[in-house]
């Protein structure tokens, strides 16, 4: 084994674990194949690697907040603290306590520890710095290429459209009625939010990759367009955007509002606006997907410039660009 430039935080082998979280795997995944580290599962596991950097990678800030109580007292004084966090809200109770008493709350004190905070909410990086008493940088999403990727033709794909994840029930009725019931052509729906069966998370992650590799199209709203548990404060890009790109799928739907939209989706046709009425969209979806060559143009544009801007090995390289010692390895994406 290499010897490690970094000690990466993950959850143990076969643990179960939430859809969100099996994205936070994901990137663990690539981390571990991209960077030399030791890979922890448990305080036990650190050894004598205790002075080595840290990464942590966690859904929400919450779970990094208990990661960070599990293994500070393996953490040494001298170390330096990474971490990546994909939903950058933080609780409304730490919002709540007046100024003076925040910095002595448990949850700002573990906060602190870490050097450095990657989030992928522009718009909160400066009052997540001022709330939490420590760098806090902004950082996209990004997406593993290498498992989202597709090379496969439009005409050799038989969904019309994916709809997975927040989107307006209207819509989904609509094209479930015309291409499903009626069998006009051949519509794919998958909610994960609303699937209490499933267990195993990461095959379902795996399954759904499979299902963008043959769709045409891809459904994504931007979170204030539907929010059905109103648990959004801000406008930002999702990972349901990066993935169906890399899997060279048409976007279609509503934009985000947030700023760095159009930086981070700068070429054309890169994001289609659909109509609000359902009706309406649905005759727009069913047009476009007849347009092979079309799709096809627009499909493989968004899976080279995602493959070549959003890749998180791309992101890796960002985040710890400053830093020597930590991105050992020539790799390309």
């Known amino acids: 084994m290499e010897t490690p430039t970094v000690l990466l935080v993950t959850d143990p082998p076969g643990l179960p674990c939430i859809p969100a979280q099996a994205c936070v795997l994901e990137l663990d995944r690539v981390i571990a194949d991209t960077i030399a580290c030791k890979v922890v599962h448990a305080p036990s596991e650190v050894g004598e690697h205790g002075d080595l950097p840290w990464i942590f990678t966690a859904i929400g800030f919450a779970t990094l907040v208990a990661d960070l109580a599990e293994y500070r007292d393996r953490i040494s004084a001298n170390a330096k603290v990474y971490a990546y966090v994909f939903d950058g809200f933080l609780s409304p109770k730490l ?59 439009m005409k050799s794909r038989p969904i019309d459209v994916n709809g997975y994840g927040r989107q307006p029930p209207e819509l989904s009725a609509e094209l479930a009625q015309y291409h499903n019931i009626e069998k006009r052509g051949f ?138 010692g930590i991105i050992e390895r020539s790799y390309d994406v």
């Open 95 to 153: 919002v709540k306590i007046p100024r003076a008493l925040r910095p002595f709350t448990s949850y700002r004190k573990l906060l602190s520890r870490v050097d450095e905070i990657f989030t992928p909410m522009r718009s909160l990086i400066a009052e997540q710095a001022d709330l939490l008493g420590t760098k806090v940088s902004y950082m996209p999403i990004g997406v593993d290429t290498r498992l989202f990727g597709s090379d496969v033709p």
């Open 187 to 324: 519509f794919h729906h998958t909610n994960h939010m609303t699937i209490g069966a499933l267990t195993d998370w990461v095959a379902h992650r795996a399954h759904f990759a499979s299902l963008l590799r043959y769709s045409k199209i891809a459904l994504a709203y931007a979170p204030e367009a539907y929010d059905p548990h109103n648990r959004f404060t801000c406008s930002f890009v999702g990972q349901r955007w990066y993935e169906s790109m890399a899997a060279g799928c048409v976007i279609a739907g509503q934009r985000p509002s947030a700023p760095e939209t159009s930086d981070l989706f700068d070429w054309p046709d890169a994001l289609l606006e659909l109509p609000d009425e359902a009706p309406e969209a649905r005759a727009f979806l069913t047009d476009l997907a007849s347009q092979s060559d079309h799709l096809q143009e627009i499909g493989s544009r968004n899976a080279r410039e995602t493959a070549e801007r959003h890749d998180w090995r791309i992101r890796l390289r960002e985040m710890f660009r400053k830093e020597d």
